[in-house]
């Protein structure tokens, strides 16, 4: 079956310790994006990439980087200048419909990044 | 800039009641709006979307939305609802960028089923 794998599920950090989260689709999806949820504040866009080796910051990329190397792949990367890493974090991805088309996400299952 | 406001945090309704949640946007162009459903400590599942046509959208599980252009609202509802409907739902809006669109999400509204 076609989807989102995210991993790992939940991952525990000690402040100052850089990680990364996996998100590999097998949709044949142009578009990826990473989503930061906290509760209350709905998601919040990262980064997002519209194809290979090609990607634009979201709202709230101060503190986070990404790759996207492969067309099913972007990992992304959590910094230690990330001050409030703590969270839900979600990645999706899209048909790319054109310029003013409008994308239909697919979302992974999530991966909950708690720092000590 | 397309933004989103989802008026109520927390909805409990009891079994078989009916729900409506409530989803006003912002946007002085186009306008593609989405439903989504999270149950815990999962991604999200698209309910619904209008794109176009009708403004009477119907999505998956019994829910349906209305598009309200004169008052900018785009309201899920369901006649009657399960425990299993329990969960938070997310209403959303394309924003359109310099290299592509993206999604701009509400805040959420947890509905909470009762029986």
């Known amino acids: 079956d076609g989807g989102i794998t995210q991993s790992p599920k939940y991952l525990f950090r000690k402040e100052g310790q850089n990680v990364t989260l996996s998100c590999e689709q097998n949709?044949?999806?142009?578009?990826m994006y990473w989503y930061r949820q906290d509760p209350g504040q709905g998601l919040r866009l990262i980064y997002y990439s519209q194809i290979v080796n090609d990607f634009q910051k979201g709202d709230i990329a101060e503190g986070y980087s990404v790759s996207r190397e492969k067309k099913e792949s972007f990992p992304l990367t959590v910094t230690s200048a990330q001050k409030n890493p703590t969270a839900f974090y979600l990645c999706?991805?899209?048909?790319?419909?054109?310029?003013?088309?409008?994308?239909?996400?697919?979302f992974g299952a999530g991966s909950r990044l708690t720092v000590l | 800039a397309q933004s989103v406001t989802q008026l109520d945090s927390q909805v409990p309704v009891f079994e078989e009641a009916p729900v409506e949640l409530r989803c006003n946007y912002s946007?002085?162009?186009?306008?593609?709006l989405f439903w989504y459903v999270q149950y815990p400590n999962q991604g999200l599942q698209l309910l619904l979307k209008y794109l176009s046509g009708s403004t009477l959208v119907k999505g998956i599980n019994g829910f349906e939305a209305e598009f309200n252009k004169s008052q900018t609202s785009f309201h899920l509802r369901k006649p009657s609802v399960h425990i299993s409907d329990t969960a938070e739902y997310f209403c959303?809006?394309?924003?359109?960028?310099?290299?592509?669109?993206?999604?701009?999400f509400g805040a959420g509204t947890i509905l909470r089923v009762k029986s």
């Open positions: 959303a809006v394309i924003r359109e960028m310099e290299y592509g669109n993206k999604l701009v």
């Open positions: 946007s002085s162009v186009s306008v593609y």
């Open positions: 999706a991805s899209s048909i790319v419909l054109g310029a003013s088309g409008a994308n239909v996400l697919t």
């Open positions: 949709l044949n999806h142009d578009a």
